[in-house]
Nanobody
Framework: QLQAFGGGLVQAGDSLRLSCAAS????????MYWLRQVPGKERDLTAA????????YYVDSVKGRFTISRDNAKNMVYLQMDSLKPEDTAVYYC???????????WGQGTQVTVSS
């Protein structure tokens, strides 16, 4: 089970940190992702991190601004979002994958709204 939180309403240029709490004993074996969705569009991969945390991926639009990290001891994954832009406004989803590239388990979304 995944539970994402930390969304909210911020102004352009502000920072926000999303957190995702995972239950279960196998969290450290899962790749983790943050996807986001705006109304009328598909959910798009925003950031990913391997099970060990040694490999990360970012979509070009967030490179240099967002940082994904995880704490396997606490069963937590984070998305630090800096220099937020209005186009970052979306519902953000925390997702776990049995293998890197797979989206197997989804948490509920958390809304991020960035005003200009």
């Amino acid at each position: 089970q995944l539970q994402a939180f930390g969304g909210g309403l911020v102004q352009a240029g502000d920072s926000l940190r999303l957190s995702c709490a995972a239950s279960g004993r196998t969290f450290s074996t899962y790749a983790m992702y943050w996807l986001r969705q705006v109304p009328g569009k598909e959910r798009d991969l925003t950031a990913a991190i391997s099970a060990s945390g040694g490999t990360t991926y970012y979509v070009d639009s967030v490179k240099g601004r967002f940082t994904i990290s995880r704490d396997n001891a606490k069963n937590m994954v984070y998305l630090q979002m800096d220099s937020l832009k209005p186009e970052d406004t979306a519902v953000y989803y925390c997702v776990a994958g049995i293998r890197y590239g797979q989206y197997n388990y989804w948490g509920q979304g958390t809304q991020v709204t960035v005003s200009s």
